[in-house]
């Protein structure tokens, strides 16, 4: 009895900060996009340090060109959007560092992307960052939790898969 119990339990994945800072709701991001979880459900992190890692062992589903943001697929499905700052996009690359590629295969902690919060600053863009499940078919429920948080250290995302 106990055996099939288990068995029937969902699976579930804890992601953790890929950031360190403070996590906060995505209703605090100023763009509605991602406030209003157009783009996905998650949180926002404010940065203190500028370097972004893999919250799980994954695949970089997408990098886009300008190194601002990243999508990383874990092997549930599960793909996680980073976007770092909002509007940054328009600073061309200016101030981001990419460490992987699109079809990279990475392991958690491992840095993704560094960026110079204080060039985002002085171009005159936030700097939060939401951290938002891109494709939420994959996630019966989510928990999402706030406050100061290390990267790849303290979760910020509970997940159980559909």
Known sequence: ???KLFKS??????????????AVQLAEVPDEAFAGK????????????????APFDGTIAHVIHTNHAVIIEHESG?????????????????????????????????????FDIDKIKAAGYPVITPVIIANGETVAEMETLFGDV???????IRAVLA
């Open 38 to 53: 157009h783009m996905g459900d998650g949180v926002a992190i404010e940065p203190t340090v500028g370097k972004l890692i």
């Open 150 to 156: 290390l990267s790849g250290d303290t979760t910020v």
């Open 1 to 3: 009895m106990l055996g």
């Open 9 to 22: 339990k969902k699976a579930m994945l804890e992601i953790v900060s890929p950031l360190t800072g403070k």
């Open 78 to 114: 599960i793909q996680l959007l980073a976007h770092i700052g909002i509007n940054t996009v328009a600073m061309q690359g200016e101030g981001f560092t990419g460490h992987v590629q699109t079809g990279d295969t990475v392991k958690a902690g491992q840095t993704l992307i560094e």
